[in-house]
């Protein structure tokens, strides 16, 4: 554990760094640490060392891990913000609303629909991303580039969502310089819905990059950054 302070000032100085690059504010860039099948040790780590945002993958595993970082002793202040970050069914979008502060995952307008409803249900608001296939790999959740106007009018139209931004998990590839073109097609498409949309100035965020490529997604215009082993270090086979 005592190596995550310093993992993480390295990353803040890396995307401080990629943002100067590119002529961005630095504050404008936020680190969302991937805490998904890391302990609950880990995440209070992260948090004592600064850390606010978390990600995590499955509502059951998280739904645990919440808890026993809720209950840490002494309590952590301020308490962290949940992102849900992986694929989500609508059997379990109830919990999610409970759970998650924000879901980086919503790709279709049925889940939009069981969001709103289990969001109104519980008097919550909840701010959503569209997730975009933005490389059209089949194996892969996300709505395609064509269908995110119409998906987006969906998430508008629901009065217990709020839509501030897009998502993506580009192809994989050994070198950054290779998903350059896909961080540059998601910051293309949120212009294109900003222009359309001009009176949601909210929605302007860009989840994009990890632990691989951050900087590049970064010089793209990324606004969170989604790093897991770059801070926990790799995960226990």
Do not use: Y
């Not at 880990?42 to 004592?48: G, L, N, P």
């Not at 192809?171 to 498409?189: G, M, Q």
């Not at 860009?206 to 801070?231: C, H, K, N, P």
């Amino acid at each position: 554990m005592s190596g995550i302070d310093a993992r993480m000032r390295a990353i803040r100085e890396r995307i401080d760094a990629a943002a100067l690059r590119s002529g961005r504010d630095p504050a404008s860039v936020r680190l969302l640490a991937v805490s998904k099948t890391r302990p609950a040790a880990s995440v209070i780590a992260a948090a004592t060392a600064g850390q606010i945002d978390f990600g995590e993958n499955r509502v059951q595993e998280a739904d645990a891990k919440i808890g026993e970082v809720s209950a840490a002793e002494p309590p952590l202040g301020p308490a962290p913000v949940w992102h849900l970050i992986g694929p989500l069914q609508r059997n379990k979008a109830r919990r999610a609303v409970a759970l998650f502060d924000v879901i980086h995952s919503l790709d279709r307008a049925a889940l939009a629909l069981e969001l709103d409803r289990a969001a109104s249900a519980a008097g919550l608001r909840r701010r959503v991303l569209l997730q975009v296939n933005i490389d059209a790999e089949p194996q892969k959740a996300g709505v395609d580039a064509a269908g995110a106007a119409e998906l987006f009018d969906r998430v508008r139209a629901c009065e217990s969502l709020e839509a501030i931004g897009l998502m993506a998990i580009p192809r994989a590839c050994d070198d950054p310089e290779e998903v350059r073109p896909s961080f540059a097609r998601l910051r293309e498409l949120l212009d294109s819905l900003q222009r359309l949309h001009p009176d949601l100035p909210q929605f302007c965020e860009l989840s994009m990059g990890m632990s691989s490529d951050f900087e590049v997604a970064i010089e793209q215009g990324a606004t969170w950054v989604r790093l897991g082993t770059a801070i926990f270090g790799r995960r226990k086979q």
